[in-house]
């Protein structure tokens, strides 16, 4: 991960909203920051477990019509 950019002060230095986080407590504030400025775009970088199954998700090799949803449990 070192060897890629820090896309929020990128997206500060052209005068938008960069915002990090890494914890779930750090997720509401920082969505309510984002959205506040009405004129600019926020970019947010999330960080996640690597192991952690974020959704949606594109399987490899798959295209975007192949998007999978989550778990289901019946």
Known sequence: MEALPD??????AYGHVGLRFE???D??????EALSPKDRTAFMD???DAMEN???MVRSGHGLTDMLFGVSVD
Do not use: K, Y
């Open 23 to 25: 914890t779930a407590a």
């Open 46 to 48: 999330f960080h996640a």
């Open 27 to 32: 997720m509401e504030p920082a969505i309510r």
């Open 54 to 56: 974020v959704w949606p």
């Open 7 to 12: 896309f929020p002060a990128l997206a500060r």
